[in-house]
């Protein structure tokens, strides 16, 4: 099976956030990331679903059955 890596671009967009805050959580490490080349990140679908997961305030929040079912749509 074939990881699906994602620009950061792409992840702002996944995640409904500017660019901007996407570079920060991986700069704060708390957003796994792979930097290709001098200046490009690419980030796993399956590391912004962890993130998600680890930042859900229970039933507050987005659950988890959600992130399965988005990570399933794209």
Same mark, same amino acid.
């Given at each position: 099976?074939?990881?699906?890596?994602?620009?950061?671009?792409?992840? &702002?967009?996944?995640?409904?956030?500017? =660019?901007? @805050?996407?570079?920060?959580?991986?700069? !704060?490490?708390?957003l796994?990331?792979?930097?290709v080349g001098?200046r490009?990140?690419?980030?796993?679908?399956? &590391?912004?679903?962890?993130y998600?997961t =680890?930042? @859900?305030?229970?039933?507050?929040?987005? !659950?988890?059955?959600?992130?399965?079912?988005?990570?399933?749509?794209?």
């Open positions: 099976m074939i990881e699906e890596l994602l620009t950061v671009s792409q992840a &702002a967009q996944y995640l409904q956030v500017c =660019e901007k @805050t996407v570079r920060r959580l991986i700069n !704060s490490q708390r796994t990331a792979s930097k001098c490009a990140w690419r980030i796993r679908k399956e &590391a912004i679903d962890e998600l =680890e930042h @859900t305030n229970g039933a507050k929040g987005v !659950s988890t059955k959600l992130v399965k079912n988005l990570s399933s749509v794209t």
